[in-house]
């Protein structure tokens, strides 16, 4: 996964290009800011930054973080609001990021590469971060026919599976699970609070707080 990002990183906002995308863009794009209002956040697999400008625009903090130095160098040739600061950091641990606790957490297009069987403990260690009353946000896809990349494979864990080539000829096994609401919500653990579930056509956005 690691190696396919980074191989991707010049291209991978291709993905926001899609026509038929646009609207739900532009309505999460314009939701994400009210979230984080005076937040200190960090944020898991920032990627190229797209959604970063848009989450932090009223925030205190943001602290975008990603594991591939690549995509986070095209993050910062981007207009940043000034309380972003970019770090690099593995999402699964979050060590790099020391003993900071934050009062909000965002991911956008992570939670479809962990796999179902570590999901559960990824959660857990993320709020581990994060002080009581923390808000957190994701974001994610949707599969729909013809836009989506058609599934695969599903493995013996209920895993999905897809096969996604690069511009320079090679294909690469991804992992991209499309979870239901129910199937989020079971997996929260006993810490969050009022989970809220917004469906648009490609994409999903759950929101939650921390007690």
């Known amino acids: 996964m690691q190696d396919y990002y980074r191989q991707r990183a010049?291209?991978?906002e291709r993905v926001y290009a899609k026509p038929e995308r646009q609207a739900d863009l532009r309505a999460m794009e314009a939701a994400l800011p009210a979230l984080f209002t005076g937040r200190r956040v960090v944020e898991v697999a920032a990627g190229t930054g797209w959604w970063t400008p848009h989450g932090a625009?009223?925030?205190?903090?943001?602290l975008a973080t990603d594991l591939n130095p690549e995509t986070l160098a095209i993050a910062g040739t981007k207009p940043?609001?000034?309380?972003?600061?970019l770090r690099v950091a593995?999402?699964?641990?979050?060590?790099?990021?020391?003993d900071e606790r934050f009062d909000a957490a965002f991911a956008g297009f992570w939670w479809s590469?962990?796999?179902l069987q570590r999901l559960a403990a990824w959660l857990s260690t993320l709020h581990a971060r994060l002080e009581p009353g923390a808000r957190v946000v994701m974001l994610d896809n949707?599969?729909?026919a013809g836009s989506s990349t058609p599934i695969s494979r599903r493995d013996a864990?209920?895993?999905?599976?897809q096969q996604r080539p690069l511009d320079d000829g090679s294909t690469h096994e991804v992992l991209k699970n499309?979870?239901?609401?129910?199937q989020a919500f079971s997996m929260l653990g006993p810490r969050a609070r009022d989970p809220r579930w917004t469906d648009h056509t490609h994409y999903w956005v759950l929101s939650y707080e921390l007690d």
């Open 10 to 12: 010049r291209i991978y």
């Open 142 to 144: 949707h599969f729909v």
């Open 90 to 98: 593995d999402a699964w641990t979050l060590a790099e990021v020391g």
């Open 57 to 62: 625009r009223d925030a205190r903090r943001w």
């Open 178 to 182: 499309f979870p239901t609401a129910d």
């Open 157 to 161: 864990d209920g895993n999905t599976w």
């Open 113 to 115: 590469h962990v796999p």
């Open 80 to 85: 940043m609001p000034a309380c972003v600061e």
